[in-house]
C-alpha cells in the first residue's frame, strides 16, 4: 500500500503536502566506476539507498533520508559515499537487516555480490571523496 | 537443529539431505545464521517463543525442482511453507505461519517466460520481483505497463497470491483480478495448469481465464493447497496520456451523494484510474491520517473556519488526450450541482515518461515500482518516531458514504481506547474494483511487550470490525486465525469446505500449514499450537 505517493491522492490531499519538513540535502550526481558491484547496487540497494530525488520530487529515498537522520551530518546518508563499509562489515548488515530493513537471503543476494557491493561502495565513497 | 512438530531429528535429516540431492547442497539452509534471513522482520512476534521460525530453507531452481522436493516432503510428511520473493513484509514476510516449517524459497525461479505484445499479457516464475519485470519491459522497448504495489522488490505471483494492489487502471491494479493462467504443483508433486493451460497445444493461456468447467484458479489465492511455479498476466498498454483532477465539496451532508456519484462513473466506465474520497479538512495535520469525522455541525463549522473543503473526491484518467479531457468535462458536469464545489485539475502528462516527469510523479500510477513507501516507516512526518516495522490493519467496508463515516469512526474511537497508534489511516482505499478498503499501518517494534498489548488490540480491532461486517481481506499471520474466524456464517461453513478441499488435495497436511485459517487434520484442534 502506498503511503506518500498513490494513497496522497487516496486521500484526497496535496502530494507535496509537508514535504517541506523533509528537506535535506540531497545528492543528485556522482562518478560511478563501471564495476560489478554497481548493477547489483543499482538493483538490489539504490531504490532505497541511492543519490537524488525520491518519486514526487521530494528527497525521499527512505533508506538515505533514515540514514541522514540518523547520523546528523556525522557521515554521509547516502551509501555509495560511504568509506566505512567493507564487506565484512556489510555481510552483518545486510543478512541481519537493521531498522525497517529486512535481511537479505542468501537466494536474494549471494555472498559473493554483497563482497562487489562493498568493492563498488569504497570505490564510489574514493571517486566521490572531494579530496 | 529444529525439526519441524512431530518429526524425529534422524527423519527430519534424512529429508533434507533428500532435498540437498535434488537442488544442490548450496541451496538447502539449516544453520541459524541462514535461518535469521527467513523471519518474519515485522513480526508482532518477534523474539518471544511463539515466533513463527523456519526449521530450514530449499530453494529450487525449475519446476522439476520444486516437484522432487514436495515428493520427498510428502513422503516423510514433512511441512513446507512456499514462499515467492518473501517480500511480503507487513504480511508474513518470508517466514511460515506453522513453526518448524521447511521454507520453499523461490525467489531463484525468477525467469518471465513470454511476454507478448500482441496479445497483452505476461507469463512469470515467482521469482521475478516488480523491478525485475520493469526492468525487462525497458529494456525491450515494450509497450506495455505492469501495475505494481508500492514496494517494488515483491512478486508479480506472490503479491496477486495474496490479492494485493496497485494503481493504475481498473481490471489491472487488483492484482488477482489479472490473473490468467496458474501452473501449480500440487501435494503429490504431479503439475496442474488452471484455464487454457490444461489443454495441451492451446495458445490462449493467456488469453481465456476460465478454460472448462469450476475455475480452480481460486484454489490458490491465499490458500495452502499448491505451490505456483507460472502465473499469467494481463497487462496494461500504455496510454497516450494520464490526467488527474479532483472534486472539492464543502458540506458534510455531501458524501453520500459524492460517493454514490463516483460508483456510478467508475462503474459506466466513465474513468478507469483509481479513484479516491478523502476529506482535507480532516488531514490538515497529516496528509496520511484522516481524523475522526466529527457531528455534522461540528464538521461543517471547521470547513467554515479553515475554508478547506470537508470532502474531495479524486479521478484519474488513462488514455487519448481527447478521450480523457471529455471524460474529465463530464466528470465535472456531473457534480456541477453541489454548493460552493471547487474543480481542481491535476496534472496531466503525455506518456511515454519524460526523465522530468519521472522525478515528480507518483511512480505506481504509472506502474513503475520504487521503495519510496519505507519512507513512512522509518521516518515519516512531524516528529514521527522511526518504527522497527508495521503492519497493515485492511478491511472492506461498505462503498458508501455511511461506510466510509461509520468505519472511519469505529476504527479512531476504538483504536484511541486500545492505545493502539496508527501512522496511516485511510478509510477508503479502491486499489480493488468495487469496494473500499480502509487501511491503517500500526507500528511494529521489537519490544515483546508493545507487541504483546498491539496483538491483543487487533484481536479486539478484529471483533468489533466483524460486528459490523467488516472483514480483513488479508493479514499478518498472528492473525489468520482470528480473520478466518470473523467470517463465520452458516457455523464456519467456509473454513470447513476449505478444510475438506485441503483434505482432498494434501491429505498428508505438508502445505502452507495454517495459512489464512486452514489447517491439516493433524493440526486442526490445537491450530497448530
Known sequence: MSMRTSLFIALGVSALAGSAALAQTVVRDIERPDMPGRVVFEQQCAPCHGTGLGDDGSPTLPGTAALDAKYGGDRPGALELRSDLPAPVLRVIVRRGSGAMSGFRKGELTDEQIDQIAEYIAATAAANSGG | ?529
Open chain 2, 1 to 529: 537443529m529444529t525439526t519441524p512438530p512431530g518429526m524425529t531429528d534422524a527423519d527430519f535429516a534424512d529429508g533434507l539431505g533428500a532435498m540437498r540431492s535434488a537442488v544442490g547442497a548450496d541451496w538447502v539452509f539449516d544453520q541459524p545464521a541462514d535461518l535469521n534471513t527467513y523471519r518474519d522482520f515485522y513480526s508482532v512476534l518477534w523474539g518471544e517463543p511463539e515466533e513463527k521460525r523456519a526449521s530450514a530453507a530449499v530453494a529450487p531452481a525449475n519446476v522439476e525442482e520444486v516437484q522432487q522436493v514436495v515428493r520427498i516432503a510428502n513422503e516423510r510428511q514433512i511441512p513446507i511453507y512456499p514462499i515467492s520473493t518473501g517480500r511480503n513484509l507487513g504480511y508474513g514476510g518470508s517466514a511460515p505461519v506453522l513453526s518448524g516449517s521447511v521454507v520453499l524459497d523461490l525467489k531463484r525461479m525468477n525467469r518471465i517466460l513470454e511476454v507478448n505484445e500482441s496479445n497483452c499479457s505476461c507469463l512469470v516464475e515467482p521469482g521475478v520481483s516488480y523491478f525485475d519485470m520493469y526492468r525487462h519491459l525497458q529494456e525491450t522497448g515494450s509497450k506495455l505497463w505492469i501495475d505494481c504495489p508500492d514496494p517494488g522488490w515483491g512478486s508479480l505471483v506472490g503479491n496477486a497470491l495474496d490479492s494485493g494492489g496497485g494503481y493504475t487502471a481498473a481490471g489491472y491494479r487488483g492484482h488477482w483480478e489479472a490473473v490468467c493462467g496458474i501452473e501449480s504443483v500440487m501435494a503429490d508433486g504431479e503439475v496442474l495448469r488452471t484455464g487454457m493451460g490444461a489443454l495441451p497445444g492451446s495458445e490462449t493461456w493467456q488469453q481465456y481465464r476460465m478454460g472448462l468447467g469450476p475455475c480452480l484458479d481460486g484454489l490458490f489465492r491465499q490458500s495452502s493447497l499448491g505451490v505456483v511455479t507460472k502465473m499469467g498476466f494481463y497487462m496494461f498498454p500504455q496510454p497516450e496520456a494520464y490526467l488527474t483532477g479532483s472534486i472539492d465539496v464543502f458540506r458534510y451532508e455531501d458524501l453520500e451523494e459524492l460517493v454514490d456519484l463516483l460508483n456510478e462513473l467508475e462503474y459506466g466506465n466513465l474513468f478507469n484510474g483509481m479513484p479516491g474520497i478523502g476529506s482535507p479538512v480532516l488531514s490538515q495535520d497529516n496528509p496520511i491520517a484522516m481524523t475522526m469525522i466529527p457531528p455534522a455541525d461540528e464538521m461543517n463549522r471547521m470547513v467554515q473556519e479553515t475554508g478547506l473543503a470537508a470532502w474531495r473526491a479524486s479521478f484519474t484518467f488513462y488514455g487519448p488526450e481527447k478521450v480523457i479531457r471529455a471524460q474529465w468535462e463530464h466528470v465535472k458536469e456531473r457534480h456541477a450541482h453541489f454548493q460552493g464545489v471547487k474543480f481542481n485539475e491535476g496534472d496531466f502528462i503525455t506518456l511515454p515518461l519524460s526523465a522530468e516527469d519521472m522525478e515528480r510523479i507518483a511512480k505506481p500510477r504509472f506502474g513503475v515500482p520504487s521503495l519510496e513507501i519505507f519512507f513512512v516507516g522509518s521516518r515519516g512526518f512531524g516528529n514521527f518516531n522511526p518504527s522497527d516495522g508495521h503492519i497493515w490493519f485492511s478491511a472492506v467496508i461498505p462503498r458508501s458514504g455511511k461506510g466510509i463515516i461509520e468505519a472511519n469512526r469505529v476504527m479512531r474511537r476504538e483504536c484511541e481506547r486500545l492505545g493502539l497508534d496508527l501512522f496511516m489511516f485511510a478509510p477508503a482505499v479502491t486499489c480493488w474494483t468495487r469496494s473500499f478498503v480502509l487501511f491503517a499501518a500500526v507500528p511494529v517494534y521489537k519490544d515483546p511487550a508493545k507487541n504483546q498489548h498491539l496483538r491483543e488490540s487487533v484481536r479486539e480491532i478484529i471483533d468489533i470490525c466483524a460486528q459490523h461486517g467488516w472483514g480483513e481481506y488479508r493479514c499478518p499471520p498472528a492473525f489468520m486465525d482470528d480473520v478466518m474466524d470473523a467470517y463465520s456464517f452458516g457455523d464456519h461453513k467456509l473454513r470447513r469446505v476449505n478444510e475438506q478441499i485441503k483434505d482432498a488435495l494434501d491429505p498428508n497436511g505438508i502445505l502452507s500449514a495454517g495459512r489464512y485459517g486452514v489447517w491439516p487434520k493433524h493440526l486442526r484442534d490445537g491450530r497448530g499450537a
